[in-house]
């Protein structure tokens, strides 16, 4: 056999081996762990949606934190004034998020740079502050914020002796959601969409040159973006089963930006690297010292920023890219 | 009456401590195009240095000198070693970069100085002979702090030559260096200078809200606010800026939608400025013919 | 007469791209040496590479002292004053504050108002727009704005990058006139990158024709100007 031929078969077993694996995870461990990898996806996916925006089309953004925040709080809302199922918050939460980044991204056309960087760092300073507003306390519960509850599994079910608990079951959910975004937003981003994307990002004048509307699809962009993450917020809010304002502070939106910078700029896979970092690093690093984890995110940016600028699936892309070579030569 | 000339009188007050730290982001972005987002945290840590050195037995001033020239040396320090590789990277890196800065110094001034909230004495005490109706002896001392350092800067930058060669070295660094100026160590000296107003505004600061390592998060959003305002190039408009941002926050605060939303209030007021008079209000045009 | 300027082997690169290969040439004190040739062939490379602003390898001697690996600000305190092409104003800034920083390097404040003096006795309308932000002045202002800059240093070399590009032709020959006058005054070295070559011809001592990064032709510009079949196949006219 030829050695692409080898490799793809190779590929196949591989993606069989890990998706049966997915299958399983959850029953292999306990439900907090389960509960730490559906975190792991919520995030993959906000991280995700920054990505579209400030990766593929390079607009800044320090506050996404607030759009993860709106859609965590519809979700909330919804579930818990109006009864609505958890499922059909996630719709909701798009939809309205999207919006919202929408209508934002028309100021934001205006700034570049460091100018958006810090609107956007306003917005997400603003953002607990904002939701702790006594005037809509009725609404958002305030300070105290809103109790949810997770929901039952709709079967039993199990595994290695582990039933399907809740969290078990917001796993599945999770990923399958997880997975029906990446797939949207790689379908989105390969296509001429990702390419216009990119042109505005690198070449804003040659791109408005070649007939691309900027403003409205930057204006897109952000709602897009706005929507992913504020999806991945309602989600958070269902695997937590509870929101406040101060879960939804500037660091959120700080972590986001890290996942993304750590998983890689431009990268769709890399999303999920950035998710498992934002996850478990912090808890790795509490445990050293209360200070510890801003430390250590401080100093890993820096050296990303110096060592990886692509992230992750920049430095692994060039270690292919040499294996390949050798291999080839 | 009364009531709201005390609002303005203290909105005023404020308006010394944002416009402070809208000056040191002016000097920074007069330097190196570059918006500090680190330097409240920078602040805080130098006002922590000042702690220490207080509570070990110095003198008020002494402390005071010596930290900014500490300061002054820290800003240049991280200049020299962290910014320096990454001058000619893309706005985005230098950002992150300065993110990661915040981070650091916050988690500093936790590790070295504890989450405690500290207090910090003024050295304008309160029965001294400045107090008046409206303004504490603290708020007038702040003011002429502010005072005297906005006007060294106008000097420093208006008539030394080295205060030109830091303007030419931020808007022109390939020409700048054919004119024999030392692009580089110019950046280090606008983060010095940077840090040392950081660190004055910091101490300014801490006898009002007490010291602990989240002090300065949201004043630095009415110092971005304020500086914006301003004209992020004109250091005598941040200290306007500063002044307007003061007033409005209180007035606002206490007429309109009461004071819950006052960081609402900031970031409004950031994206009216960028937004409708990106210039700000003293900022200059620079006009550029093709 | 002493050799100014001898540039030996050299060679400059943009990244991985080698621009120059293994150029030569050399400059005598007080003339005004010309460098010639069409787009892309590596005139504005050779200045940049003799201000160390690009990657550079060979020698380059400036009255005796190697220029190689030093610098950008270090060369210009050897007394090399660069107008790039696009002028490089600094145009944010005043006409009289441009003028200070062409001065930067030097301590002697009483030298440099004489010398600022000087700039707009020659050019009077620098004078006009003296506090006035250097943007808004016209290309050829702006050019006499770079040219004086670059007096400010009292330099032993003057590059000169285009000085022509972009200008109405009155404007260009009250330019050279001015340039053949300061040479003739004040005995500045010139060493100029023209792409127009008729008007570099008539201004320099010398010539150097480089062709792809290389130096194809070379000889005073009387004999290049009279040589026919040399301004046909290279010139152009």
């Known amino acids: 056999m030829s050695s692409s031929q080898v490799d793809r078969k190779w590929i196949w077993i591989g993606g069989i081996a890990v998706a049966i694996g997915l299958l399983i995870l959850p029953f292999l461990f306990k439900n907090y762990r389960v509960f730490q990898f559906n975190l792991v996806l919520v995030y993959a996916v906000a991280i995700l949606g920054l990505n579209i925006l400030t990766g593929f089309n390079g607009q800044f953004s320090l506050g996404h934190g607030a759009f993860y925040a709106f859609g965590a709080y519809t979700a909330a809302i919804l579930m818990s004034k109006y009864g609505v199922p958890y499922w059909a918050t996630l719709p909701a939460a798009f939809v309205f998020c999207f919006a919202f980044g929408f209508l934002v991204g028309f100021p934001a056309l205006r700034l570049a740079g460091h100018f958006l960087a810090l609107a956007t760092f306003a917005l997400a300073l603003a953002v607990p502050q904002l939701l702790k507003y006594k005037k809509i306390e009725g609404f958002t519960g305030g300070v105290q914020g809103i109790v949810l509850s997770k929901p039952e599994p709709p079967f039993s079910f199990s595994l290695f002796d582990q039933p399907l608990s809740p969290d078990r079951w917001l796993y599945f959910f999770t990923l399958f959601v997880s997975a029906l975004m990446f797939l949207l937003a790689w379908n989105l981003l390969r296509g001429r969409v990702g390419r216009a994307l990119v042109a505005i990002r690198d070449h804003p004048i040659a791109a408005t040159a070649m007939g691309i509307n900027l403003p409205v699809f930057k204006s897109l962009t952000f709602g897009t973006s706005a929507g992913f993450t504020g999806l991945a917020g309602a989600l958070g809010a269902i695997v937590v089963a509870f929101v406040s304002p101060d879960s939804f502070t500037v660091q959120l939106s700080i972590f986001l930006l890290v996942g993304v910078v750590v998983g890689g700029l431009a990268s769709i896979p890399g999303a999920i690297f950035g998710g498992i970092f934002i996850q478990y690093v912090p808890n790795i690093a509490d445990s050293l010292s209360k200070s510890a984890p801003a430390a250590i995110y401080g100093v890993l940016l820096i050296a990303l920023m110096y060592l990886l600028p692509s992230g992750v699936m920049g430095g692994l892309k060039q270690l292919w890219a040499r294996a390949r070579a050798r291999s080839a030569g | 009456m009364e009531a709201l000339l005390f609002q303005i009188f203290s909105g005023l007050a404020n308006g010394i401590i944002y416009g402070s730290v809208a000056l040191a982001l002016v000097m920074i972005y007069q330097a190196t195009h570059h918006i500090n987002f680190a330097q409240g945290e920078m602040a805080t840590f130098s006002t922590f240095i000042a702690w220490w050195l207080i509570q070990n037995g110095w003198p008020y001033w002494g402390a005071f000198f010596f930290t900014i020239a500490v300061s002054f040396a820290g800003g240049l320090l991280v200049q020299r070693i962290i910014l320096k590789p990454i001058e000619k990277a893309p706005v985005m890196t230098n950002v992150i970069v300065f993110i990661g800065l915040l981070l650091i110094f916050n988690a500093f001034s936790g590790w070295f100085f504890d989450h405690t909230i500290k207090s910090f004495d003024s050295p304008f005490p309160k029965d001294s002979a400045l107090t008046t109706k409206y303004f504490s002896a603290h708020q007038i001392g702040s003011a002429g702090v502010l005072v005297v350092v906005l006007l060294a800067l106008f000097a420093f930058f208006r008539f030394t030559p080295i205060g030109l060669a830091m303007r030419a070295a931020a808007q022109n660094p390939d020409s700048a260096r054919l004119v024999g100026i030392r692009v580089s160590w110019m950046l280090g000296l606008g983060w010095g200078l940077a840090a040392a107003i950081g660190a004055i505004a910091g101490m300014m600061v801490a006898p009002i809200v007490f010291l602990d390592p989240n002090m300065m998060a949201g004043i630095l959003l009415y110092g971005f606010a304020a500086a914006l305002l301003g004209g992020i190039d004109n250091p005598v408009g941040a200290v306007i800026g500063g002044f307007i941002v003061g007033v409005l926050e209180n007035l606002l605060g206490a007429y309109v939608i009461g004071t819950e939303l006052k960081l609402t209030v900031a970031l409004v007021l950031i994206v009216a400025t960028l937004t409708l008079k990106p210039a700000g209000l003293f900022g200059k045009k620079v006009v550029v013919r093709v | ?237």
Do not use: W
């Open chain 3, 1 to 237: 007469m002493s050799r100014l300027l001898e540039v030996n082997k050299l060679c400059a690169s943009y990244g991985a791209t080698q621009v120059l290969f293994d150029v030569n040439f050399s400059l005598e004190a007080g003339h005004i040496t010309a460098i010639l040739g069409a787009n892309g062939a590596g005139k504005t490379t050779t200045l940049r590479a003799l201000c160390q602003v690009v990657k550079t390898s060979g020698s380059v001697v400036l009255d005796g002292t190697q220029i190689v690996g030093k610098s950008t600000e270090a060369v210009v305190r050897m007394g090399v004053a660069h107008v790039p092409d696009g002028r490089g104003t600094f145009t944010g800034l005043s006409v009289e504050e441009n003028l200070r920083l062409g001065a930067y390097v030097r301590g002697n404040r009483a030298e440099m108002e004489q010398d600022m003096e000087r700039m707009f006795t020659r050019f009077p309308i620098l004078k006009q727009r003296r506090h006035q932000q250097a943007g808004t002045l016209s290309g050829g202002e702006q050019q006499m704005l770079a040219i004086s800059r670059a007096l400010m240093l009292r330099p032993k070399l003057l590059l000169l990058d285009e000085p022509s590009f972009g200008l109405a032709p009155l404007i260009v020959a009250e330019i050279f006139r001015i340039m053949r006058t300061i040479n003739e005054e004040d005995g500045v070295s010139m060493l100029l990158v023209e792409q127009n070559a008729s008007l570099a011809l008539d201004l320099a001592d010398h010539a150097y024709l480089l062709e792809t990064g290389r130096v194809a032709l070379s000889g005073p510009s009387e004999d290049i100007k009279n040589d026919e079949s040399v301004r046909r196949a290279y010139l152009g006219y």
